[in-house]
């Protein structure tokens, strides 16, 4: 089916009258959200309720730290000290002493000479992406890039080269056959749909082979993966390589919100000149800066949580009757989206909640129910989690 909201849409300027479908306006909106429905891709936020009794493995809290007693209370105390909101961009008065202080400990525990703060992951790929190629230049974007990279790559206007994931055979060739000087390489270390980590070494390999730098997107690593919960990258002994760039979230395991750059010093001055999503973005909340800073300090006081999350997937997927996850995510492959809500909607009925990917997030044919696991679940908790979904998938004609 080709749906309404896939034609191209281009208003045209006063008077132009109705465009080519004899639509006005916007009276299309009807038509595509007709369309939507009947692809069973529509979508509806699930509110969660204060004090409801709810499994929660639909989030990315990967060590369950979002409620932990001194993540709140770091939250709480930079509201206090420094209110609610940065009041503006970072460049102009939206910098705090806290900011600087989590992105100088995010470089120290990450193993980077520098860090730089973005109010959002998405918008720290954006600004990492754009600042770093242009017009004129290359970039090499495998199909499990986030979309957040996939706008970047776009905003670019970079020539933009898609291979298939983790394939860094096609990353060496498209870098080879290239005319333009400057090439940039870019990549989840841990695809988000499905938690495979991507081969980060020999992606990095091609990439300095071929004078391109290698831009690593690691927020469903950081806290899942490699020593102390540090990443792919810190796994393969890359933490601070030259040419090599990487960001990620203070909203997965560190359970706050925000994004982060790391690389060198030089780069985050780059950053902060030229990145536009950086420069004309209202800063991160104090709020957030404080628990994230709270969220590490656990994390380094606790390196072990990792180690937790990874055998509670692992018993998890057992369970569950599913591949062993090579991270924190448990990808259960429905096919029909209409199926695939059904039993996610099942699953909530039964007070666990679990995410529904659809197309555009994964490709047709393929959407699922994605579980993501905590590190402060218990075993009784994982094998309820189990029991409720295999009910659900039967319930929806899957098993």
């Known amino acids: 089916m080709t749906l309404a909201s896939d034609r191209p849409f281009a208003p045209g300027g006063p008077g132009t009258g109705p465009d080519a479908t004899g639509e006005v306006g916007l009276a299309w909106l009807a038509g595509a959200a007709r369309d939507r429905a009947a692809a069973g891709l529509h979508r509806d936020p699930h509110v969660r309720r204060d004090g409801a009794a ?4 639909g989030s990315n809290d990967y060590l369950g730290l979002s409620a932990h007693p ?3 209370a770091g939250a709480r105390d930079a509201a206090r000290r420094w209110g609610g909101g940065s009041t503006a961009s970072r460049l102009v008065v939206g910098t705090t002493q806290a900011h600087v202080d989590l992105e100088n400990e995010l470089a120290d525990f990450l193993g980077f000479e520098a860090a730089l703060v973005f109010s959002s992951g998405f918008l720290a790929n954006i ?6 190629a242009g017009r004129g230049d290359l970039i090499v974007s495998d199909t499990g890039s986030h979309a957040s990279l996939i706008d970047g790559c776009r905003l670019s206007r970079a020539r933009v080269v898609v291979v ?5 055979e096609a990353v060496r060739a498209a870098l080879a056959d290239r005319t333009e000087q400057r090439a940039l390489v870019v990549t989840d270390s841990v695809y ?3 938690g495979e980590p991507a081969p980060i070494a020999d992606l990095y390999a091609a990439a300095r082979a071929h004078g391109a730098v290698l ?8 806290g899942v993966r490699g020593p102390g919960g540090r990443g792919i990258v810190a796994e393969h002994g890359l933490s601070g390589a030259p040419d090599l760039v990487v960001t990620s979230v203070l909203s997965k395991s560190l359970g706050s ?3 982060v750059v790391l690389g060198t010093g030089l780069l985050r001055s780059h950053l902060v000149d030229c990145a536009r999503t950086f420069i004309f973005d209202t800063g991160l909340n104090p709020a957030a800066v404080g628990a994230a800073r709270a969220a590490l300090g656990v994390l380094r006081a606790n390196p072990d949580l990792p180690d937790r999350l990874r055998a509670n997937a692992r018993h998890l997927a057992r369970a ?8 924190a995510v448990i990808s259960i492959i429905v096919g029909d989206p209409q199926r695939a809500v059904a039993a996610a909607a099942a699953c909530r009925d039964r007070g666990v909640l679990v995410g529904c990917f659809r197309p555009p997030s994964v490709p047709p044919g393929t959407s699922r129910l994605r579980i993501t696991v905590r590190a402060d679940l218990d075993t009784a908790t994982l094998d309820h989690v189990a029991g409720v979904v295999d009910e659900a998938l039967r319930q929806v004609g899957v098993r």
Do not use: F, K, M, Y
């Open 127 to 132: 600004g990492a992406v754009t600042a770093l």
């Open 70 to 72: 001194d993540v709140i």
């Open 257 to 259: 919100q925000g994004g």
């Open 164 to 168: 298939d994931r983790g394939d860094h």
């Open 54 to 57: 709810e499994i929660n493995l």
């Open 192 to 194: 988000s749909i499905d």
């Open 215 to 222: 831009l690593v997107d690691e927020a469903h690593a950081v």
């Open 320 to 327: 569950c009757g599913a591949e062993e996850p090579q991270a």
